[in-house]
């Protein structure tokens, strides 16, 4: 570990000394890592300069992938080289040849269109304030949708597609999160749709609201149950508090419960206790191989890929192990944000699994690189 710099305050030592401590709680993990491999990047693109994010979620048959705020070559149909989210999917789950064979769709331009739409307001909002003189100060203030876990729900032929409703203005790291929900998403040859859930508010599309916790950092189906995680990334060690409800009913939050510890659901979000610290962007799924649940994620202001596990969605989860270490990004800093895994694609039963994380190559530009890990089990008893 680097010596800390010594300007730092007591408050930021304190901090990260949280985060340091964070790894060490819970029991023994299930798994530790033999090997693993640099896969080199997938997905590649010219059109596209950087994006980050990269859930992925299995829907119609195709692993479908998802992105935040991605930077253009080319301007797009609106004139655009920035658009909030972009996506690709993939037929081939076979890893035998790598994870290949990405397709997009693109606009009338020729550039990658976005996988969620904006109201007619958020359009507008956008519309009057891009550009340099803007039609309305502040030029350059924008809404986002930046998509986040796919979760399959075949029973009702369709998928779950979370998502943030973000306000973003210029320059680094000047954006908040207004809201978070879910889009449905019925026919792959379609959009996903942003259903009214609270009508006549001035976001009748969101499911949690700006004060609730930001559920969709992880989520996946068990059986007809959705869990949702949400993990708070502005506290040391993002601290993450776990939800569940009936897939049928995921836009209802009446029927939402949340984990209040001793085994206790409740229906008060309130009363939700933390179950972990990850991150704000994470997997979490069932594998097979080891016979437990199964977290990866990046260690916040770290290169260090995490992995924990569970015998249950609300734990307990074990200690962290680390995965493996992520290029360090060649424009400056020493961390990433989102490395997820990607289950639809394990190997050997489970006992491979194929991690992602966007490596910066520049101010606007980033590659999504991809690593393999190879696991074995062992008793953590």
């Not at 819970?26 to 798994?31: F, Q, R, V």
């Not at 569940?244 to 085994?263: D, P």
Request: glycine content about 10%; hydrophobic content about 40%; charged content about 10%.
């Amino acid at each position: 570990m680097r010596a800390l710099n010594s300007s730092l305050t007591v408050c930021a030592v304190l901090a990260i000394a949280s985060i340091l401590a964070c790894g060490a709680s819970g029991p023994p993990a299930s798994l530790a890592v033999v090997q693993t491999s640099d896969l080199g990047v997938i997905g590649s693109n010219p059109a596209i300069l950087g994006r980050d994010g990269g859930y992925s979620g299995v829907f119609a048959g195709n692993s479908v992938w998802v992105f935040g705020d991605t930077f253009l070559a080319n301007p797009n149909a609106d004139g655009q080289t920035l658009i909030s989210d972009s996506w690709e999917w993939t037929t081939n789950l076979n890893t035998a040849t790598g994870i290949v064979g990405f397709d997009e769709r693109d606009d009338s331009a020729g550039a990658p269109a976005m996988l969620l739409s904006y109201t007619a307001a958020e359009e507008a909002f956008n519309t009057a304030h891009q550009g340099n003189p803007c039609q309305q100060q502040p030029c350059g203030a924008r809404w986002a949708l930046w998509p986040g876990p796919v979760v399959a729900d075949p029973a009702r032929n369709r998928a779950l597609v979370f998502y943030q409703l973000v306000m973003a203005g210029n320059g680094n790291f000047n954006f908040a999160a207004v809201g978070y929900s879910v889009a449905i998403w019925q026919s792959f040859s379609s959009q996903p749709q942003r259903p009214t859930i609270n009508p006549n508010t001035e976001h009748p599309d969101l499911l949690f609201g700006q004060n609730a916790p930001d559920f969709g950092s992880a989520a996946f189906a068990d059986g007809d149950t959705l869990y949702a995680y949400a993990c708070n990334g502005s506290n040391p060690g993002a601290p993450c508090v776990v939800g569940r409800v009936a897939l049928e009913s995921v836009l209802e939050v009446s029927a939402w419960t949340f984990y209040a510890g001793n085994g206790n659901w409740s229906g008060n979000v309130g009363d939700a206790v933390s179950v972990m610290n990850a991150a704000p962007i994470m997997n979490v799924s069932w594998n097979a191989y080891l016979q437990c649940y199964v977290a990866v994620y990046n260690a916040p202001f770290s290169q260090d890929v995490k992995m924990r596990t569970s015998p249950r969605p609300e734990g307990p989860w074990s200690r962290d192990v680390t995965a493996f270490e992520a290029l360090t990004p060649t424009n400056g800093g020493n961390s990433v944000h989102d490395a997820l895994a990607h289950p639809e694609f394990n190997g050997d039963g489970g006992q491979v699994m194929y991690v992602t994380y966007s490596h910066s190559t520049g101010a606007f530009s980033s590659e999504l690189r991809l690593e393999s890990v190879e696991m074995k089990a062992v008793d953590s008893q």
